[in-house]
């Protein structure tokens, strides 16, 4: 395994399986619910007080040791063992491109990066990250349920795919483990999708066809926003309350929503082809 170098940022993290989380609004607490302050029985004595709460605090303690142990002689089974780079396997998630307004959505890939080993030596790496639309890039990966490891262009080659041919894999195969992208309403006359893995919602940016069925009843297009990786959020853009909503909307949860942010920027789906719509923040 090696640590991959890159200055754009969101490097690839382990992920909880997300299948059977629950559905939750965006806006709703952002799915935080607040801690209630306990209180000590007010008929207690100060010094009675006093002698629980160094009690406790050294039962914490211990169980803080027993885990820390816990954890370190545990066996990483989970860690060592091989992920499945199979072409059934072949995910691909989104990702942000900081600084990136890229006009067009042709796959242009990143090239080779430097990677450090677990030994300090630094090696180059030929990756499947491929830069994208406005500020996101895709990346291939193959999926570890725990960890993602991204493909390389060797892995491509072995599997004889192209980019574009290992998106479209990408895709099915996303729709056929987490289930297909569902629209459920969300603020007003805004929708956002959700899918059976939370943290994969904005992969379904991707899925062509899935918005070439929503954009139908719509012949001026969809206005998407796509902030974080778990919110994917759109408006018809002949509705401009609803796309003046969806701006304010899509701004803040790109400041400050849950998970990982994504993208600033707003796109635009019409006829087949995806655009930018509004360009992503400069700073």
Same mark, same amino acid.
């Given at each position: 395994?090696?640590?991959? =170098?890159?200055?754009?940022?969101?490097?690839?993290?382990?992920?909880?399986?997300?299948?059977?989380?629950?559905?939750? +609004?965006?806006? +709703? %607490?952002?799915?935080?619910?607040?801690?209630?302050?306990?209180?000590?029985? =007010?008929?207690?004595?100060? @010094?009675?007080?006093?002698?629980?709460?160094?009690?406790?605090?050294?039962?914490?303690?211990?169980?803080?040791?027993?885990?820390?142990?816990?954890?370190?002689?545990?066996?990483?089974?989970?860690?060592?063992?091989?992920?499945?780079?199979?072409?059934? !396997?072949?995910?691909?998630?989104?990702?942000?491109?900081?600084?990136?307004?890229?006009?067009?959505?042709?796959?242009?890939?990143?090239?080779?990066?430097?990677?450090?080993?677990?030994?300090?030596? @630094?090696?180059?790496?030929?990756?499947?990250?491929?830069?994208?639309? %406005?500020?996101?890039?895709?990346?291939?990966?193959?999926?570890? %349920?725990?960890?993602?490891?991204?493909?390389?262009?060797?892995?491509?080659? =072995?599997?004889?795919?192209? #980019? @574009?041919?290992?998106?479209?894999?990408?895709?099915?195969?996303?729709?056929?483990?987490?289930?297909? #992208?569902? #629209?459920?309403?969300?603020?007003?006359?805004?929708?956002?999708?959700?899918?059976?893995?939370?943290?994969?919602?904005?992969?379904?940016?991707?899925?062509?066809?899935?918005?070439?069925?929503?954009? /139908?009843?719509?012949?001026?297009?969809?206005?998407?926003?796509?902030?974080?990786?778990? %919110?994917?959020?759109? /408006?018809? /853009?002949?509705?401009?309350?609803?796309?003046?909503?969806?701006?304010?909307?899509?701004?803040?949860?790109?400041?400050?929503?849950?998970?990982?942010?994504?993208?600033?920027?707003?796109?635009?789906?019409?006829?087949?082809?995806?655009?930018?719509?509004?360009?992503?923040?400069? !700073?």
């Amino acid at each position: 395994m090696c640590m991959v =170098r890159s200055n754009i940022g969101n490097q690839i993290r382990g992920r909880v399986p997300t299948r059977f989380a629950r559905e939750c +609004d965006l806006f +709703d %607490g952002w799915c935080k619910e607040p801690l209630r302050r306990r209180h000590p029985a =007010r008929n207690m004595a100060g @010094e009675s007080r006093r002698k629980m709460t160094a009690c406790v605090r050294h039962f914490l303690k211990l169980c803080l040791l027993f885990a820390c142990a816990f954890a370190a002689t545990a066996p990483r089974a989970s860690e060592d063992a091989a992920i499945d780079t199979g072409a059934g !396997n072949l995910l691909v998630v989104l990702r942000e491109s900081r600084g990136s307004n890229k006009q067009d959505e042709t796959l242009r890939p990143f090239g080779k990066m430097r990677g450090v080993l677990p030994d300090g030596q @630094e090696v180059d790496l030929d990756i499947s990250w491929y830069k994208f639309l %406005g500020d996101m890039h895709i990346r291939l990966v193959f999926d570890g %349920g725990q960890t993602m490891q991204s493909a390389s262009s060797e892995d491509l080659e =072995r599997l004889r795919l192209s #980019p @574009e041919e290992a998106l479209k894999l990408a895709i099915a195969n996303l729709r056929r483990v987490y289930g297909a #992208p569902a #629209p459920q309403p969300w603020s007003g006359k805004l929708m956002q999708v959700q899918s059976g893995a939370t943290d994969l919602n904005s992969s379904y940016f991707l899925d062509r066809e899935f918005w070439r069925e929503l954009q /139908a009843p719509h012949p001026e297009g969809l206005v998407v926003a796509v902030p974080r990786r778990g %919110g994917l959020v759109y /408006a018809p /853009a002949s509705d401009e309350a609803a796309v003046s909503n969806l701006r304010f909307s899509a701004a803040a949860l790109y400041a400050g929503g849950p998970g990982a942010r994504l993208s600033s920027a707003l796109y635009l789906f019409k006829d087949g082809r995806w655009s930018v719509f509004q360009p992503p923040q400069t !700073n």
